[in-house]
C-alpha cells in the first residue's frame, strides 16, 4: 500500500477543478475511478474538490469508484465509515475540515466526514493486473502511486484498459513521475505540460 494522505499533491488534484470539472460537469452523471485508492484518502478529497466546484443538486450525480487490491480486508470498511485518526487530517486546509469533518461520536480521537461525501465514495476491491476496468464509460481516472510498482509490461497494458474504460474525451490523472510509455502515447492527449493530465485521443 502506497503512503498518501488527504489533499496530497494537492498541485495535480487541482487540475481536476481546472480541466476537468469544465468538461465532465456538464454529463447527467459523472463517473469517477480512484484506482488504487488505499484507505480512500485520494478520492475523498477529489470527492471533496467536487464539492466545492459544483452545486449539491450536481454534485448527487458523482459517483467515485475506490478501487485497491486491499490484501488486508480493510479498507471496504474504513472507507464506508469515513472515520480517520486526528493526526491524519493535520494537512487540510482549515475551512474545508470545518466544513466537511466533524468529531466521531464512537472514536474519540477521529473525525468523520460528511455524510453527503460519503455517499459519492463506493469502494470495489479490484487488481488492476487483472487488465479488466472496474467499469467503462468513465470521465475520469486516477491512478498514482500504482504504477510504479508494474513492469513496463504491465503498465502499457494497464494504459490500454484505462483507455478502454474512459467515455468519448474522458481524462486520465497519473502520478507527476509517471510518464506514458511510448507504446500507448498515440491513445492521450496531454492537458498541460506541467502536470501528467491526459485525455482520451
Not at 469508484?65 to 493526526?87: M, Q, V, W
Not at 493535520?90 to 466544513?99: E, K, M, T, V, Y
Amino acid at each position: 500500500m502506497a503512503f498518501t494522505y488527504f489533499f496530497r499533491d494537492y498541485q495535480t488534484l487541482d487540475m481536476i477543478r481546472q480541466h476537468v470539472l469544465p468538461v465532465i460537469g456538464t454529463r447527467r452523471y459523472i463517473n469517477i475511478w480512484s484506482a488504487g485508492s488505499a484507505m480512500g484518502q485520494e478520492p475523498y478529497t477529489v470527492a471533496i474538490i467536487l464539492r466545492e466546484n459544483m452545486g449539491a443538486m450536481i454534485f448527487r450525480n458523482v459517483k467515485i469508484f475506490a478501487t485497491d487490491i486491499d490484501t488486508s480486508n480493510l479498507f471496504g470498511k474504513i472507507i464506508s465509515e469515513g472515520s480517520y485518526p486526528n493526526e491524519e487530517l493535520q494537512r487540510i486546509p482549515a475551512n474545508i475540515f470545518a466544513q466537511y469533518f466533524s468529531p466521531d461520536p464512537e472514536n474519540p480521537g477521529r473525525c468523520v466526514i460528511s455524510e453527503e461525501i460519503r455517499k459519492r465514495v463506493e469502494f470495489h476491491k479490484h487488481n488492476l493486473l487483472s487488465f479488466t476496468p472496474i467499469r467503462t464509460s468513465l470521465g475520469l481516472i486516477i491512478c498514482k502511486n500504482v504504477l510504479l510498482h508494474f513492469t513496463e509490461e504491465e503498465r502499457i497494458k494497464v494504459y490500454k484498459m484505462f483507455h478502454e474504460a474512459l467515455d468519448d474525451n474522458g481524462f486520465l490523472l497519473t502520478e507527476q513521475t509517471q510518464k506514458l510509455p511510448p507504446e500507448v502515447s498515440h491513445l492521450y492527449t496531454p492537458v498541460v505540460m506541467n502536470a501528467q493530465v491526459f485525455r482520451k485521443a
